[in-house]
């Protein structure tokens, strides 16, 4: 246990609470050093408060960006209490001990993502509150650091239990947390400079995230997880509001991530059933009703459980029929209040809103861990830039817009991709198999078990393209979907064996267009 607090140091951008908890250690009989705005709050609301150039004998200069670099305030944090030359070099230099510090940090984050210019970002670039709180951090053996609004009331109720001390166990805690706050601080920073200097990858590259939830387990339950934010602006998961349903687990958000992020790819109104952060079905239509209808009959076992993926607010209509079934969550932009009573009757439904849909064209980066390592790349914000047919019959108009809705929903499975489409909705998806011709197969027995369930004995691969996430290595994954009764068919190309794949869509009178662009999926 440490000596109660005599002496503490508050000076904050983000004044929540700050006048209760400085009214608090005043009343606990502590002396309070503040500065600019947080001093000005504290005096006029009655709390004794001595300014930060009055302890120091040293007054803010250069706009105040120079006010508390001072020996006497770093050798008031720094100073170990049981260290006789320590104690010594305070006396000899008239240095008072500062027992906390509250400090919380110039807003650059929201300077940035408010779209402020390049001086207005780098007026927001803290530096005395960072020193002073890893100063603090550093000495939490002596010394109680604050950096969140939402820790005042922890220490407060520590010091009314230990007559005005908090406990050794509390200032690591809080060590912890403003060694964290200053990293991800630096962090944004850094990346903002680096964008600034055009450096697409600076030899360091530094990540950091809030905690938003802590999970029950993660994709197993042998697996702690846990959901941290990073601030990114896009609309999605990190950024909904739920608004009925059980907490979302780690494969809810997965899934329901990667069903928001196909949806968002079309202008026209759609909906994505996802499973296992595969589409089960995907379709475009007139209403949003239909969309997820046309949607559904695509795979209607595989649906039953799934995420359903919006890009309008959820109306009557649609919730009606997601409700005909076991749907674990529905994301849209928004929800009317009719569609929110009806979804009330599915309690343990999971409800998100947005407010927006996400910009399937900006950039930002995906990271993946590997042992020792991190794996970083560009998101996959494209389609393709242009179509090159390549044999002797061409697609028709209806062909062609069926081939950019497949292969914009091919983007989005895992690979090996395949995915048989018909008049703006899939009829088939093969998924994540070793082999392009399985995935062509099982695509094909998809579209099969559909036509089959609404009591059709032709299968919905007749007549449909088909998009491949990457190229065919071989002609034998073309004549298979050639076989189920596929017509046209989109690819990236660039298989050194593109000429027989050419000769075999000819003698097939298969019309093919060429992207140039692949979207593997892993």
Not at 60 to 76: F, N, S, W, Y
Not at 118 to 142: L, Q, S, T, V, W
Not at 210 to 237: C, I, S, W
Not at 305 to 332: Q, S, W, Y
């Amino acid at each position: 246990m440490s000596e109660p607090i005599r002496r503490a140091l508050l000076s904050v951008s983000d004044k929540t609470g700050i006048v209760e908890f400085g009214r608090f250690l005043a009343d606990q009989g502590a002396e309070i050093l503040s500065t600019g705005g947080t001093a000005k709050m504290l005096a006029d609301a009655g709390v004794p408060v001595t300014e930060v150039s009055a302890h120091t004998g040293f007054p803010e200069i250069m706009d105040g960006r120079v006010k508390t670099l001072q020996p006497a305030i770093h050798g008031g944090l720094l100073a170990v209490r049981d260290n006789a030359e320590h104690v010594k070099a305070m006396q000899d230099h008239g240095i008072a001990p500062i027992d906390l510090l509250c400090v919380n940090l110039y807003p650059f984050e929201e300077t940035l993502a408010g779209g402020a210019g390049y001086d207005d970002c780098i007026e927001n670039i803290d530096i005395g509150g960072p020193a002073m709180i890893r100063a603090a951090a550093k000495n939490h053996g002596d010394v109680t650091v604050v950096v969140e609004p939402e820790d005042y009331r922890r220490v407060m109720d520590e010091m009314k239990a230990h007559s005005g001390a908090t406990t050794l166990d509390t200032r690591k805690f809080l060590a912890q947390r403003a060694y964290a706050r200053t990293a991800a601080y630096d962090a944004a920073i850094s990346t903002w400079l680096a964008g600034e200097t055009e450096q697409q990858w600076p030899k360091r590259l530094a990540f950091a995230g809030e905690l938003k939830q802590t999970m029950r387990y993660g994709e197993n339950p042998h697996q702690a997880a846990a959901f941290y934010v990073n601030g990114d602006p896009r609309p999605g998961v990190a950024s909904a509001t739920q608004v009925q349903g059980k907490e979302l687990s780690y494969n809810n958000l997965n899934d329901t991530d990667a069903a928001f992020e196909l949806v968002a790819e079309f202008e026209d109104t759609a909906c994505a059933i996802i499973k296992h952060a595969n589409p089960c079905g995907v379709a475009v239509a007139g209403t949003l009703a239909e969309a997820y209808r046309r949607a559904y009959v695509c795979d209607m076992e595989s649906a039953f459980g799934g995420i359903v993926a919006l890009n309008r607010p959820l109306d009557e209509e649609t919730a009606m029929e997601i409700t005909k079934i076991f749907t674990e969550v529905v994301i849209a932009p928004g929800i009317d209040e009719d569609a929110l009573k009806i979804l009330a009757g599915k309690k343990n439904l999971r409800v998100l809103t947005t407010g927006a849909m996400p910009d399937p064209k900006a950039g930002g980066l995906t990271v993946r861990m590997l042992a020792g390592g991190l794996l970083v790349q560009g998101r996959d914000n494209a389609i393709f830039e242009d179509l090159k047919v390549v044999t002797k019959k061409a697609p028709t108009d209806e062909q062609l817009a069926d081939m950019r809705f497949a292969y914009t929903v091919g983007k989005h499975i895992k690979s090996n991709a395949i995915v048989y489409c018909k008049d703006g909705r899939t009829v088939g998806v093969g998924a994540g198999q070793m082999s392009r011709v399985n995935s062509c197969r099982i695509a094909a027995f998809r579209a099969e078990q559909a036509a089959k369930a609404q009591g059709q004995d032709q299968s919905w691969a007749i007549g449909s393209v088909v998009a491949s996430d990457a190229f065919f290595p071989f002609a034998d994954g073309l004549m298979e979907a050639s076989a189920a009764g596929a017509e046209a068919v989109i690819q990236p190309g660039g298989s050194i064996r593109d000429d027989e794949v050419i000769e075999a869509a000819d003698k097939a009178g298969i019309a093919m267009v060429f992207t140039g662009m692949r979207h593997f999926r892993h």
